[in-house]
């Protein structure tokens, strides 16, 4: 708070003060009062002024700059009334009191978002759960009555399938501290799993698998990086080219073990690498020739960051994109057979 703005809101104070001082001045002049009273009565009322005005002025200062520092270092601005003390003046306990009241109501209607939010998502992962059932059973039908379309609209359910289960684990995202277990996982173990959920797609788009040095422990949670794995291999099953071949291997360099993912499919631009990982960007390819959501490597970034894994991708426009996930090497990590 300046000075001068201070001044500025206190301008009638100052005014009636003034004409106090005149009004007390002529009155002493009037009844003949001694010259030295005439001039330090006021001065001693101007000089009082002067003081409390001040003091009211430093008081306020001190607690204005400091909610305004605290307000600029504050990540959580929310948290202010939380964070300052209650001031010492009228006006500030006021202004405290209407932050402690808008607090505490934000409080109850962020309560009530998410409240509401829990119930939607409660209600997605029971619908995913639900709607699996019928799905389920529709592939088993298709697989005991096999014919051309049989096989078409088994090729699509297993679509269905898929975006269910990425609407499952969306909407598990924001709380997957809550529904993970760190503990050793073997990287076979889950690559063998992904590769025979997408057998038929792998087999229909005759893609060659290599595989290399798998055998190999890290630190995660079995569940979610199989689903981690399984949007990556999906992804390089859709954007394939001519004979694909999908390259799944692992190296161990300084303090981390590198997954690596590669593919020779149609690739990525060189101005699309650093957006591939936002949420719902679909790039050229995804929008105009495989109706692609862009949520996929979303989940895949944060799901790494939530398990504490990174990963990045390198890709070279149609030649080939590489998918690299990161496992810190800690006292629970093993390497089998390496």
């Known amino acids: ?18 004409i106090l001082n005149v009004v007390i001045t002529l009155l002493l002049y009037a009844f003949d009062v001694n010259f030295i009273l005439l001039i330090y009565i006021p001065l001693i009322i101007t000089f009082t ?3 409390i005005f001040l003091y009211e002025f430093f008081r306020r200062n001190k607690f204005y700059n400091t ?68 799905v389920s059973t529709s ?44 503990k050793k996982t073997n990287i076979k173990e889950i690559i063998d799993n992904v590769i025979k959920r997408n057998k038929k797609d792998l087999i229909n788009n005759n893609t060659k698998i290599e595989l290399d040095n798998l055998n190999v422990e890290v630190n995660s949670d079995s569940k979610w990086l199989e689903f981690i794995i399984n949007q990556i291999i999906t992804n390089s099953i859709k954007y394939s080219s001519k004979n694909p071949v999908i390259k799944i291997s692992t190296k161990i360099f300084k303090n981390n073990i590198y997954l690596d993912i590669e593919d020779n499919g149609i690739g990525i ?23 692609s959501t862009g949520i996929g490597l979303y989940l895949c970034k944060k799901l790494c960051l939530k398990l504490g894994h990174n990963i990045y991708i390198k890709s070279v426009l149609n030649e080939k994109t590489i998918v690299t996930i990161t496992f810190p090497i800690n006292s629970l990590t093993s390497l089998t057979n390496m």
Request: aromatic share 14%.
């Open 139 to 182: 592939k088993m039908i298709l697989e005991n009555n096999k014919s051309l379309i049989s096989n078409s609209i088994n090729e699509e359910i297993t679509k269905i399938d898929n975006y269910i289960e990425q609407i499952l684990y969306y909407a598990r995202s924001e709380i997957v501290e809550k529904d993970y277990m760190i």
């Open 49 to 51: 002024y002067i003081l």
């Open 1 to 18: 708070m300046k000075l001068i703005n201070y001044i500025k809101d206190k301008e009638l104070s100052i005014f009636l003060i003034t």
């Open 269 to 291: 631009k060189e101005e699309e690498i650093d957006k591939v990982f936002d949420k719902s960007y679909t790039g050229t390819n995804g929008r105009l020739k495989y109706n």
């Open 67 to 134: 909610t305004s520092v605290i307000l600029d270092e504050l990540d959580k601005k929310y948290l202010l009334n939380e964070i300052i003390s209650e001031p010492n003046f009228l006006e500030g306990k006021i202004l405290y009191e209407y932050l402690y009241y808008i607090d505490k109501n934000y409080h109850e209607e962020i309560n009530t978002y998410k409240n509401s939010n829990e119930d939607f998502k409660e209600y997605m992962e029971l619908w995913c759960h639900e709607i699996k059932t019928p």
